[in-house]
């Protein structure tokens, strides 16, 4: 594994100069060469250096995976403007929200999400351009200025352009769910990312032989710093698509040669729900990591496939703080602190818990700039998640006699449904904004694919009525896909403590009643 680098922009060159035409990234339909890649973010440097960003800018991106993603990821390193990647599932508020709060003056963006921007510029404060990517004709407001990436780009030097990038320094920012308030912008530096990546190369033992595979968006972590990045360290290649495919996965594999993946939320189950295959076990695949790791079908999974699996915990903000060997994997554990951090489980006072009592966990690193250097915008948020000098990740968890932990349940109010963190808070929001709603909370149920779904539990207002059908086109407007409710149950109250906070516990206790409505069973289909 290369140590010698920990910016992005200088470990694509060292890898360029070593072995310019060997190919780095097979999309779907076209490779991508280490001088292709060396080359093209040049290209988007210096082109963003004329539209007059600066280090300590800030460029939005909303692109799916492709090439163009990646030459602007090291484009805006090489000149040091800080990116905010963003799931392109989001639109109207939380879109508002984050383009507002991260100060964007420029995002990029596919011509098929080019329509999101024109209906919120009128609530932007700060963007000033938008590059899309992709044929557009779409309308254009006129205090925005838009161009053609491919047109931008190609006028544009592929020299390299001289500014001082150091690991420390911001390399985007990453915006959370929000639990109890809006989403947070999570501030990391290029030395946080090498360290999950490097996590990641010691963990799985990775090295120039290895095929890495993903369907995971750029807009993650794990695309990102566990993928990308990794093979960048090890000198391997990767294979990247645009989306997950169950049905077509261990077919790629075999075609492509891959030797390991990552995974998170249901992957594994939902691949193990393919009807079995007599070659299910005749796959180039030797390894994986993610995380959960689903108790039920850890054994038949290795078995059925021959794959070993390692889990990790970890957050934005932290990155990898445990992980979990295929080596001395221990069933249920998310594993024990890697050497780079200290984990402790804490109580509400912040004393430390002894072994088998279930607290907070809670973490704190052992180098220097390897977690986030703060939430953008919001340094009372970032004390307040530092309180005596711990980063609390707001999970419960234990820990046993022998420091592996255990995790047991979130304590905080975000939704986890297939590999995407949903915000109750964003959720609720947006159902409260329908005019025939009182009150609503968002709940997470048990889904049959592992992880949950997302319950809403609506008060109408008095004298008015609302179907579930309504409050669905209601919402698909204003948010993501997938976090568009699949559960909604009418009821006259909520339950509350004396501070007036609804006690989203005894919603979960509850859980699916009789009179949930369920709108995969009335076929209500949700637009992506």
């Known amino acids: 594994m ?10 694509v060159e060292h890898r360029a100069k ?23 973010g040049n290209q988007v440097a210096n082109a963003f250096k004329w539209l007059g960003l600066t280090k300590g800018n800030t460029c939005a991106v909303m692109l799916p995976n492709s090439p163009e993603f990646l030459a602007v990821w090291l484009g805006l390193t090489r000149i040091g403007v800080i990116e905010v990647p963003i799931n392109t599932a989001f639109r109207g508020d939380l879109l508002t929200y984050i383009l507002n709060k991260a100060e964007c003056q420029v995002i990029v963006i596919s011509s098929q999400w080019v329509d999101r921007i024109n209906q919120i510029s009128d609530d932007l404060l700060h963007l000033q351009h ?49 639990t109890t308030g809006p989403s947070k912008g999570v501030i990391l530096t290029h030395r946080a990312n090498f360290s999950v990546a490097k996590t990641a190369c010691e963990l799985m033992k990775y090295g120039p032989e290895d095929r890495l595979f993903t369907a995971f968006p750029l ?18 290649d990767v294979v990247m698509h645009s989306k997950f495919s169950a049905s077509r996965f261990w077919d790629i594999c075999r075609k492509e040669q891959i030797t390991a993946f990552n995974f998170m939320g249901s992957l594994l189950t939902m691949l193990m729900k393919q009807p079995e295959r007599d070659e299910d076990g005749d796959n180039p695949v030797q390894k994986a990591f993610g ?15 021959q794959v070993k699996i390692s889990e990790v915990y970890g957050s934005t903000e932290l990155g990898t703080a445990l992980y979990n060997p295929a080596s001395s994997f221990r069933k249920g554990s998310c594993g024990f602190a890697v050497p780079i951090f200290e984990v402790e489980i804490h109580d509400e006072y912040d004393n430390p818990c002894p072994p088998g009592v279930t607290g907070e966990i809670v973490a704190r690193p052992k180098k220097p700039d390897i977690m986030f250097s703060g939430y953008y915008g919001m340094p009372e948020a970032t004390v307040e998640s530092w309180r005596n000098l711990w980063f609390h990740t707001g999970d419960l968890g234990r820990m046993d006699e022998d420091g592996y932990f255990y995790f047991i349940d979130r304590n905080k109010d975000v939704v986890r449904r297939r590999g995407e963190n949903i915000s109750s808070y964003e959720v609720e929001r947006v159902i409260n904004d329908h005019p025939a709603v009182f009150e609503s909370a968002v709940i997470g149920v048990p889904s049959e694919l592992s992880e949950e779904e997302v319950l809403a539990l609506i008060i109408v207002k008095e004298g008015l009525e609302i179907e579930p059908e309504e409050l669905l086109d209601f919402c698909q407007e ?25 006690e989203k516990y005894k919603l979960r206790e509850e859980g699916i009643t009789e009179d949930t409505w369920d709108r995969e069973l009335v076929g209500y289909v949700v637009r992506r």
């Open 291 to 305: 995380a959960p790791t689903p108790l039920e079908i850890y054994e038949a999974f290795e078995e059925r496939f």
């Open 219 to 236: 807009f993650h972590v794990n695309a990102r710093y566990t993928t990308i990045l990794v093979a960048l360290l090890v000198d391997c």
């Open 2 to 11: 290369y140590q010698g680098i920990e910016t992005f922009g200088k470990i």
């Open 130 to 178: 938008v590059i899309v990517v992709g044929e557009d004709d779409h309308p254009i407001p006129n205090k925005i200025g838009w161009y053609s990436y491919s047109d931008l780009i190609s006028k544009a030097s592929d020299s390299e352009i001289e500014v001082t990038i150091q690991p420390e320094d911001s390399s985007l920012i990453l915006f959370t769910s929000g």
């Open 18 to 40: 070593l072995k310019p035409a060997a190919r780095f990234v097979r999309f779907e339909s076209s490779d991508l060469t280490y001088d292709q890649f060396h080359r093209s």
């Open 478 to 502: 204003r948010m993501a896909h997938f976090a568009i409710p699949r559960y909604i149950r009418f009821v006259k109250e909520l339950p509350k403590n004396t501070s007036q906070r609804v």
